[in-house]
């Protein structure tokens, strides 16, 4: 942002606000003066987005930046992105084995960064036979329900997300 729209925003000069729900909006004011909006969620079961999915995601960024900033409408999308987010049906993450020598920390609803990143570090402690509390700890936790096998997970995915979206309708 320039320095007049950065006077125009007030307020602190680097904050963030996370959204409770998955499909709530996240919003974060960054040490060099950017903007960074998150309140996109699409369904697929490919690791791509398509360019229609990431064009109705950018629209959605612009109207809810919009929407919070009325004054800041000359500010500029630099960048916009899209990302794989893996999904439990109750919220719970997957820790341990999988396999034979194979090995997985997944799953993290969308607020993963600092549970996945200890869960790498524990997972390899594991693997390896080591680790103490920390690892008992999180070995400890409840894991993620079971999924129906598509296409019936499918349509209880899509119904739930837009009852979560429906939830969700109106905040910025």
Sequence with gaps: MSEAEQRELGGEPEWGVLAQDPMGTSLRRTRDQRILVRNSVHFSRKTEVSDRVLAEAVDEHRKAFRLRFPGLDGVT???????????????????????????????????????????????????????????????ALPGPRWFPPSPFSDLGIRWKLGRMEAETKGEV
């Design 77 to 139: 999308f630099e960048h916009s992105w899209s990302g794989v987010m893996g999904m439990s049906a109750n919220g719970r993450s997957h820790f341990g084995p999988v396999g034979e020598n194979l090995w997985a920390a997944a799953g993290y609803n969308a607020a993963g960064i600092a549970l996945g990143t200890i869960s790498g570090h524990l997972l390899a402690e594991a693997a390896l036979g080591e680790g103490g509390e920390d690892l008992q700890a999180i070995r």
